[in-house]
């Protein structure tokens, strides 16, 4: 991974903080991957985007992820805070170079891994009420995903890709998470008080922009001393290593 400068993280910020979520991951991924155009970015499987974040993450911020989650027990709701290591996550996917080979009943469908223009295309049709509920969600995104198609003896037509029986779609999605698991990370964790299993998906691109943006109001605020100051630029501040800014800035509150 290219390694990105603040100037260049200040920058995603500022851009992300008119964005949502499905923006601010881009912005998080194209700083992750700097040479990279949006069309490759978007087209790549779930789970390298976030293996993309994960490694991005350790080397703003290191491994260690500080976790906060409310128990989901009746009658409990303590709050658990737990540790995990970025390094251990993130694995990127393994597909044959074909895709996925699923079978079921008259039908072999070789299918891709979905990226993340196929959940925005997803997305857009469920609020312009061409898919109406999960069914539908699934059905549009299998049909996007389809990379060769037999039903019989013959190629499937295009009516029939766009109405994939929910069998075939299941086996797909079980046969996706197996390739891809980080497209989807999902925590268990035990109440240590009533003992409750709470599930938790970690979203890696939210994580991270919460802690990007801790880091950019910091940073802003130690260019704003510094620059009062010393009369420095916004450039020259950050070309600064983080531990010579800090002693500056050390110097600044002993003045």
């Not at 920058?11 to 499905?22: C, H, T, V």
């Not at 698991?181 to 240590?192: G, R, S």
């Not at 605020?221 to 009062?228: E, I, R, T």
Request: proline share 6%; net charge negative; charged share 25%.
């Amino acid at each position: 991974m290219t390694a990105t400068g603040p100037a260049e993280l200040l920058a995603a910020w500022e851009a992300g903080l008119a964005q949502q979520g499905s923006g601010r991951a881009l912005l998080l991924h194209r700083a992750a991957r700097p040479g990279a155009g949006t069309d490759a970015l978007q087209s790549v499987p779930l789970g390298e985007r976030a293996a993309d974040l994960f490694a991005l993450r350790r080397a703003l911020f290191g491994a260690r992820m500080q976790v906060k989650i409310d128990c989901a027990g009746p009658d409990c709701g303590e709050a658990m805070e737990f540790e995990l290591d970025a390094g251990e996550l993130g694995t990127r996917p393994e597909v044959p170079e074909d895709g996925l080979r699923v079978e079921e009943g008259e039908w072999v469908v070789r299918f891709r891994l979905p990226s993340p223009a196929d959940l925005a295309t997803v997305s857009a049709a469920a609020v312009a009420g061409a898919a109406v509920d999960a069914a539908d969600a699934r059905r549009l995104l299998g049909a996007r995903c389809v990379r060769s198609a037999r039903r019989g003896d013959r190629p499937a037509t295009e009516e029939e890709l766009a109405a994939l029986p929910e069998p075939l779609l299941k086996l797909f999605a079980e046969a996706a998470k197996g390739a891809d698991p980080a497209a989807e990370v999902t925590l268990n964790v035990a109440c240590p008080q009533c003992g409750t299993a709470t599930p938790a998906e970690l979203d890696i691109a939210a994580y991270l922009w919460t802690e990007l943006d801790a880091w950019a109001r910091d940073v802003l605020l130690d260019v704003h001393l510094l620059a009062s100051a010393y009369g420095w630029s916004e450039p020259q501040i950050l070309a600064l290593s983080p531990l010579r800014r800090r002693y500056y800035l050390e110097l600044c509150a002993d003045a």
